[in-house]
């Protein structure tokens, strides 16, 4: 083989600009009579890729203290499907990042003039513990309002049934998103034998005048941009999700 013969290709990353980024996790809540927090998928590996890319990234629960991922979710857990999950097991693991779960800022110690985008993990808490938290309902439509990236994955995108902006509308009103869907919580419902949630998300978006909550078959990787707003439909599309972050941040740069 001669020089000629070889072929070489490079790839250069993307520069992004560093931004900060606010990531929303539930407080622990009991569903059905066990402890239910956050989906460790749906936190910690964008979590990773926004640090990679040079982004600083806080910690946010409604009450603050510490956060705990759903059992289910957790890699410690043996009897769970997630045991594989070595970025979220690393992050357990890390000084820092261990100390940030175990110590999560409340969200009435931020404002969305100190952040750039925002990003709202889901799990088996947010229906029960966002429906009330006015205070979080609040500082999503105030990014939302200052032109900031809002970004919801899975039942994370429940703060869409009740945010409300400065006009008074709900932020979804007129918007084309996602989240999880009926079907989902159907085969989360076979899995553990009961109906699981007293409401979902796709049910109750259709009493929002305008909204289009659009979705793909249960489990496939789906998300929407629609301005500001980017939603995603379950763990499964927490890349896709993501990529379009990054998208509008660099846009907004």
């Known amino acids: 083989m001669t020089a000629s013969d070889i072929v070489l290709r490079t790839s250069l990353s993307v520069r992004r600009r560093p931004r900060r980024i606010l990531s929303i996790v539930s407080n622990t809540a009991d569903l059905k009579g066990f402890p239910v927090g956050f989906l460790a998928e749906e936190m910690t590996p964008v979590f990773l890729m926004f640090t990679e890319a040079g982004h600083r990234v806080d910690l946010v629960s409604m009450n603050g203290g510490e956060g705990m ?54 799990g088996g808490g947010p229906l029960l513990t966002f429906k009330d938290d006015t205070a979080l309902h609040v500082l999503i439509a105030a990014f939302y309002d200052k032109g900031k990236i809002v970004s919801l994955i899975c039942h994370g995108s429940s703060l869409l049934l009740w945010a409300r902006l400065s006009n008074g509308k709900l932020l979804a009103e007129g918007k084309k998103w996602t989240g999880f869907t009926d079907a989902e919580e159907e085969a989360v419902n076979r899995a553990f034998g009961m109906t699981l949630n007293d409401y979902t998300i796709e049910a109750s978006a259709k009493d929002i005048p305008g909204t289009e909550f659009l979705c793909r078959d249960a489990n496939e990787p789906f998300a929407i941009r629609d301005g500001c707003l980017i939603t995603g439909q379950q763990r499964y599309s927490r890349g896709l999700t993501a990529e379009l972050m990054f998208e509008a941040l660099e846009e907004a740069a």
């Open 69 to 122: 991922f759903d059992t289910h979710s957790d890699p410690r857990n043996s009897d769970g499907g997630y045991t594989d999950n070595l970025i979220s097991l690393g992050f357990v693991q890390h000084a820092r990042f261990s100390a940030m779960l175990k110590d999560t800022l409340p969200n009435s110690s931020v404002s969305a003039d100190d952040y750039d985008a925002i990003w709202v993990a889901g």
